[in-house]
């Protein structure tokens, strides 16, 4: 969630802009800088300011080193486009290889200005655990994957969630829970990297958060 900054603060309105075109949150934020994510919203929010002025100058500074490393990676950007109606499939297992034949629901998501198909598959299985659980709707994009990433993979009719990863010359597909086994990666097709991922909780609240350059998991860092 992007907070908005009261007019009367022009430092923050423009830490506002920066979070809201690449799509990231004042959490994400404030764990860069290594502050407390309370303060860091009511700083963005306009209802306090900082006792050290330069902290404004380090958040732009944190934005501004993101975005030379994901132009240097090739990322897209991010432009808000109004809504897009996706299909929904659901039972797409985070265990081991499994099909699942369904109805195809739809759903409205909001839409990043891009021509790429996207589609939902809702998590079955622990694998993915604690990044996805069952229940989940995840989000994916035919774009091109990066190592490290959140896929959708096919193989032989089937479908599974997975961190892809390079292994010399080829690839695998990795767990998060090391309950799981580790898949190789001969014979698979990926369809798709996970951009959203949508939770509802215990009272059926509903939380949404966006990956606009992919959902990554990189070993003992999350």
Request: charged letters at 25%; glycine letters at 10%.
């Amino acid at each position: 969630m992007v907070y908005m900054a009261k007019p009367t603060d022009p430092r923050a309105a423009i830490v506002n802009a920066m979070l809201q075109r690449f799509g990231l949150s004042a959490r994400w934020l404030s764990q860069r800088l290594e502050k407390n994510h309370v303060s860091v919203t009511s700083w963005l929010n306009g209802e306090n300011s900082p006792r050290d002025p330069q902290i404004w100058h380090n958040m732009i500074e944190v934005l501004r080193d993101y975005e030379q490393s994901s132009r240097k990676t090739g990322n897209i950007k991010v432009r808000r486009a109004g809504i897009r109606s996706i299909p929904i499939y659901p039972g797409i297992s985070a265990g081991t290889m499994n099909s699942t034949h369904s109805d195809v629901d739809y759903m409205d998501v909001m839409d990043w200005g891009s021509d790429r198909d996207r589609w939902g598959r809702v998590i079955d299985g622990y694998s993915m655990h604690p990044l996805l659980e069952p229940g989940d709707l995840v989000v994916f994009e035919d774009r091109p994957w990066e190592p490290n990433q959140v896929v959708h993979a096919f193989s032989g009719g089937e479908d599974t969630v997975k961190v892809i990863r390079k292994k010399g010359p080829t690839i695998e597909l990795a767990p998060i829970n090391d309950g799981f086994p580790v898949l190789p990666g001969q014979g698979v097709s990926i369809k798709g990297v996970a951009v959203v991922r949508i939770r509802t909780g215990a009272q059926g609240e509903r939380t949404t958060t966006e990956y606009p350059f992919g959902i990554r998991h990189i070993p003992n860092s999350a």
